[in-house]
């Protein structure tokens, strides 16, 4: 089940499915159709041709054997799909005076269609009429009449009968879109979800959340509680102030996460440069220096639990060398771990 509307980015890769090329192949044997999908990207709406042929029906080779008319047909399956809304009409006119068929894809956010789209066919034109459009812009595009009204009488008509199978194919290829879509959006919740739960993701959710206000979630270290750090005063005076309090709050109650400059610059949208040097500003000291007492800090409390070795102590503190770590420590407390917890008074029970 997918619980965000969220649309996922499209490229013509991530569109590409052996059903649907499958759908485009009975369009083309039975009806002389080709399947088109336009839908949004980055750069505005595209469109991409479904299928690995290159059929085209000879009105549209050319047409768009023109600049001209090539760039009116994008925009008028563009326009088309614009056009689509669901329990509409599935015949469009075409630019040329012809007929399409476009289904807008059910699901999607209506404010950037994604549609799926036929090539161009004849349905109950009135001849005469139509062909007075596409002899108007035939002529605008400087193609030849006699090739272009052939052309046109050669079209693929749509009687009742492949009507009703070109509805048919549209449905399927519009539900297969749906379930590509719905298959992307799950993908990318799920990605979303697994970079939460990285050491990244979860040092940025602490930050942002501290930033937003948010109370920082009680400290849990080897399965037992420890109280939390003393913390600094959050949201003081300024904005950077507050950043600093809030990263301060973070690393004061989480030392052992692997912290790296960068993801903390990012979650407060500032650059690692600015970052470091309203740190320094703040607290007169670098950040892995201040990094590094917290970190000690929280191996004293640590040191307290006899059933961990001076190795784990050091692992759990966040140090990755238990050689650094005992320097560090003595290099601060003039002892060593060892020394330091044979010092702690014994506590009878």
Known sequence: MVTSRENPELTPESLA????????DMAV??????LVIVFPSQSGMNQIVVGKGNYLADFCKLIQSNKEGAEHCRMCHLMMSQASKTGTDLVKRCHTGVSSLSRLVPGYDPQTNLAILTSCTLVEEKPV??????KKQGKRFGLDEKKLKKAHQNLHKLDPEKMELAKFIMTLAGDSLKLIIDKLRIESELRKERKRHTPDGIITSFIEA??????????????????PAKMTTPFSRSPAASIIDTVSNVVANKPNLPFRLNVIAAACRVTPNHFSYLFHQHHKQCFSEFLTEQRLEMAKRLLKDLTLNVSQVASGAGFRDPGYFARRFKQKNGVSPREWRQRLPLKVP
């Open 129 to 134: 009429t139509a062909w007075n459009v596409i």
């Open 210 to 227: 501290g930033l937003k206000g948010a109370t920082l979630p009680p400290l849990h270290e080897t399965g037992k509680d420890i109280p």
């Open 17 to 24: 499915s052996p059903l649907l090329e499958t759908l485009n």
């Open 29 to 34: 044997k039975y009806l002389g159709l080709r």
